[in-house]
């Protein structure tokens, strides 16, 4: 039996006695900055970024330790205390019995409420969670019913210890930093002001304040717990506090202080009757505040202080939440359905989120890596295009002039940082990505122009690809100069040009792109100096013809026959190379990055764009050539695939055998950007099948196990096999490979690749998360790192994309769908909502014959009850100019029948 039932079309889904499984939550989030996570017993925490968090910092294993809740306690006359939380000792101590208490989460987008009905007596409480988007702050609404025929007495108490400081605090003076608390109680509330932000680097004078208040019919609450002792008394718990259990535990006023100790938000409120039918609503809010003075809290507190005003604030979230994730499926089932609608929140979630601060994600400090935010770009692209265009205009300010990059980008536009952790390190991947993002954002919108856009370049003290320092940098200026003295700027396809031409030739003894200090794959990290990565030099041959073909484009679309770029470029590009051999490779590469080193001369030179586009292809031919020649491992006749390194000792990784070795990556990449033919596709595939394949967990895994702790290779090795990228279902490798193998024609194995990790996801005994697509799947079934992953976008790219077939070619619109006959509903229907052009339409699929692929074809297309001519039978086109004027409704209806 699935325990996750969907509740409507927006996502919302319900599942009953969620407490029963380990390690569930829940995201919440609003755009000022808090962003919580929240388990069935509201556990999890809460926080603005690494170093303000309102509530303890947890990691996975704290989901089941801690007891400190966001708790809400009923005093009932003549009875035990009862915990709506279901975080009491007495709750715990029924687990697994006949007297467990019912309960049921329902979670939606965003927003997460509990309901648990009181073992004997007719009491239902439903605990809703959310926060307001433009707030700091997370609203608890408690309501009571009581659902008996008997009057009931009930004074309730919200229990919330506040942390009130950095995650650093969890294992670095968290002693210490209690004394730095400050703590008050107001009319409403508790408050906590920390003296100081500690950081044995430089204490810092804190302003931030954290704050617990609450209300039950526009009353404020009796009295208050300001501190952990206060509340739990000497030897008591968090599920079994002194406060709630022992009558001399007694509350203080308003207007007390404390000073230097651990800070409680519990409040007491006024005993209230409650008739048979009748509730009553509790409001608790708890949050941060910059500035903390009555005022501030008075405005806050007043702007949450009825349950109307929650009701309204709750509709305008879900509404605000539902608009931007503007994308709808429609597929076989409502399963389908709302786990599309999660997958395409998800990339929300990494904005918001980050790749940090959800239980599994208990590294970094906020922000994203280079890599994932172009990614994450590629769905926002499909969602809120109007935003992208700026987006790559800022992140291309992180590029360096030797083709490397600023690896963290900051919180405000053109803010990076050259490494988190202060080592040099380059991802050799790291330039694939933002060409991918601007090809999808060119021919979404149109927008060519967009590559004479001209931006700096990112400058600080590593040069030479990170192998050197520049000694000459004086320090501070973050912008490359001319020699001059003045800031340069190129285009944005110059940035381009840099990144994949430097690319091209930073190669190791087999003529491959040098690993360097990691691939996509980042735990790969210990082969810097010999290994290398074939995976990603088929992606790089991949993209250099992309670039190439972008260029025709421009040039058509422009009727213009050059391009200027820096002069010192033109090194990066002989007239006559002899023959391309690691070392007249490097020499080329040393040569550029010794001209280019400190500054540059700051003169374009105009380039003929035949002639570059030429040189591309020749590039991308030689490297697709030798991976073909040099890299591919036959089984047998039947199986096949490509080795995809070389280790630090430049052995290759792979082999067939009695022992086979085969890694995902470098087949998904050799798929995708063309070097492998149709027939080594289909013998990878077989191959997949037979080393890779395991439907329950997901289906294809990163690697094989290899059995052995692989130190000239990365850290992966040491991770257990099948966790993480040692050998796990990783889904966004997966999903790549759906997509590749889409792209390629072979749209019945992506579409077993993508959906099987669906039903993996969607298979709740198993996977035990809430609907999405988590990073990966463990050996048992398991989704982990849930939420945060940049499988997410890819999934959904390739379902608007590729399944769909619903995609720009320079701005024009494209349907070529390959669904499969299992992804329409029982009337042969399947749909599509999105925004193109500025257009929202709904893109209906009809299939009344239930045909599969290969077997239908466009027989008809109707836009708004008009029919449009068609030209190619499996290509539809609709140009852009069109479209917007035969769209001018509220939702435009494209009608396919196939
Ligand atoms: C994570 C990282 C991503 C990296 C991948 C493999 O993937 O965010 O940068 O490439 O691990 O090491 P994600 O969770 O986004 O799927």
């Known amino acids: 039996m699935n325990g996750i039932r969907f509740l409507d079309n927006q996502g919302s889904f319900a599942l009953d006695n969620p407490e029963n499984y380990s390690y569930l939550y829940f995201p919440l989030a609003g755009e000022s900055g808090l962003k919580s996570a929240i388990t069935p017993n509201l556990g999890g925490d809460s926080k603005l970024d690494q170093t303000s968090f309102l509530l303890e910092p947890v990691s996975a294993e704290n989901l089941h330790n801690n007891r400190s809740t966001r708790n809400f306690w009923c005093l009932i006359d003549g009875e035990e205390p009862w915990s709506c939380s279901g975080a009491s000792a007495g709750a715990e101590a029924d687990r697994f019995t006949e007297r467990q208490e019912a309960s049921r989460v329902t979670g939606g987008i965003l927003f997460h409420k509990v309901e648990r009905i009181h073992p004997q007596d007719s009491l239902r409480a439903e605990m809703l969670s959310f926060i307001p988007k433009d707030l700091k702050t997370e609203v608890l609404m408690v309501t009571i019913h009581n659902e008996g025929q008997k009057e009931k007495n009930i004074t309730g108490i919200a229990a919330i210890p506040i942390y009130g ?6 294992r670095d003076h968290r002693n210490v930093t209690s004394m730095l608390h400050r703590i008050r109680t107001t009319k409403e509330g508790v408050v906590v002001t920390p003296t100081m932000s500690f950081d044995e680097r430089g204490h810092q004078v804190n302003h931030r304040s954290y704050f617990v208040m609450g209300t039950v019919q526009g009353e404020a609450p009796e009295g208050f717990y300001p501190t952990v002792e206060e509340f739990l008394g000497e030897g008591g718990s968090f599920i079994h506090p002194a406060a709630v259990y022992r009558e001399t535990q007694k509350a203080v006023k ?65 509404a605000y939440w539902q608009k931007l994730a503007n994308v709808n499926f429609h597929v076989q089932d409502d399963a389908m359905d709302g786990f599309l609608k999660w997958v395409c929140f998800q990339p929300f979630l990494r904005r918001l989120f980050g790749c940090s601060f959800l239980p599994y994600h208990d590294y970094g400090r906020g922000g994203r890596g280079w890599r994932d935010l172009w990614q994450d770009c590629l769905s926002l692209l499909l969602m809120e295009p109007e935003t992208v265009r700026n987006m790559i205009l800022n992140n291309a300010e992180g590029m360096r002039i ?58 600080d003290g590593q040069v030479l690809r990170g192998t050197a320092l520049d000694e ?44 360097r200090g990691a691939d996509w794959n980042d735990a790969l990290d210990m082969a810097s100096e010999r290994g290398e990565s074939v995976a990603f030099t088929a992606a790089y041959a991949g993209n250099l013809s992309d670039l190439a073909g972008m260029l025709r484009d421009f040039a058509k679309k422009h009727s213009v026959d050059t391009v200027e770029v820096l002069e010192e470029l033109v090194t990066l590009l002989p007239d006559k190379m002899q023959e391309w ?29 035949a002639d570059l586009a030429g040189e591309l292809d020749r590039m991308s031919a030689f490297l697709k050539e030798s991976i073909r020649q040099q890299e591919w491992i036959a089984e047998d006749t039947e ?42 596709i289909r013998r990878i595939v077989r191959a997949a099948d037979a080393h890779l394949y395991q439907k329950e967990i997901g289906g294809y895994r ?13 850290r992966m090795f040491g991770f257990a096999y099948g966790q993480k990228e040692n050998g796990a279902v990783f889904s966004h490798m997966t999903v790549m490979f759906a997509y590749a193998l889409y792209q390629r024609g072979f749209v019945q194995e992506g579409y077993k690749a993508l959906q099987t990790l669906a039903d993996a996801a969607l298979n709740f005994e198993k996977s035990r998360i809430y609907p999405g697509i988590p990073e990966y799947f463990a050996p048992d079934g398991r989704g982990m790192y849930h939420y945060l992953t940049g499988a997410a976008s890819w999934y959904e790219l390739t379902m608007v994309t590729q399944v769909f077939g619903v995609r720009g070619e320079l701005g024009d619109l494209v349907v070529e769908p390959k669904l499969v006959k299992e992804q329409f509903d029982v009337d042969g229907n399947a749909s599509l909502q999105l925004r193109f052009a500025g257009k929202p339409l709904e893109i209906l699929f009809r ?13 008809a297309v109707i836009l708004n009850e008009a029919g449009m001519e068609i030209k190619d039978r499996n290509h539809f086109v609709l140009k852009r100019e069109q479209l917007e004027k035969l769209c001018e409704k509220k939702t435009n209806r494209l009608e396919i029948w196939l």
């Not at 405000?412 to 601007?438: C, Q, S, Y």
């Not at 280790?647 to 990784?653: I, K, R, S, T, Y």
Request: with cysteine; glycine share 10%; aromatic share 8%.
């Open 254 to 318: 308003s207007g007390e202080v404390r000073e230097g100790q651990e800070a409680m938000g519990a409040l007491r409120f006024a005993k209230k009757t409650l008739r048979p039918g009748e509730h009553i609503r509790f409001i608790v809010l708890l949050g941060i505040l910059d500035s903390c003075t009555d005022e501030d809290l008075k405005q806050q507190y007043e702007s949450l202080n009825t349950e109307e005003k929650v009701a309204d604030c709750l509709a305008e979230t879900k």
């Open 847 to 859: 299939n009344p014959g239930h045909l599969d692929y290969g077997a239908y074809h466009v027989g």
């Open 165 to 170: 400081r950095s995650a650093d605090n969890i």
């Open 472 to 515: 000459e940098w004086d320090g501070v200026g973050l912008r490359l100069k001319t020699r001059a003295g003045e800031q340069y700027e190129g285009t944005l396809l110059e940035h381009l040009l840099v990144e994949h031409l430097t690319a091209f030739y930073e190669v190791g003894t087999h003529n491959m792109l040098q690993l």
């Open 581 to 609: 051999t690691p070392a007249s490779r490097r020499e080329v590469l040393r040569a550029y990055g010794e001209k280019v080193k400190h500054t540059v001369q700051g003169q374009t030179i105009s380039i003929r764009i």
């Open 639 to 680: 199986k096949g695939w490509f080795n995809s390194y070389y280790d630090n000792h430049g052995n290759p990784v792979e082999r067939a055998g009695e022992d086979p070795r085969m890694m995902l990556t470098g087949q998904v990449f050799a798929i995708m950007s063309g070097t492998a033919e149709p027939e080594q």
């Open 702 to 714: 990163l690697n094989t196990n290899f059995h052995e702790l692989k130190l000239d290779m990365g």
């Open 402 to 459: 030797d083709g490397t990059n600023a690896t963290i980008i900051g919180a405000g536009a053109g803010e990076f940082i050259a490494d988190r952790n202060g080592i040099t390190r380059v991802w050799m991947d790291h330039a694939l990505w933002p060409l991918k993002t601007i090809l999808l954002y060119i021919h979404q919108s149109g927008d060519v122009n967009i590559l004479l856009e001209r931006m700096p370049y990112f400058k």
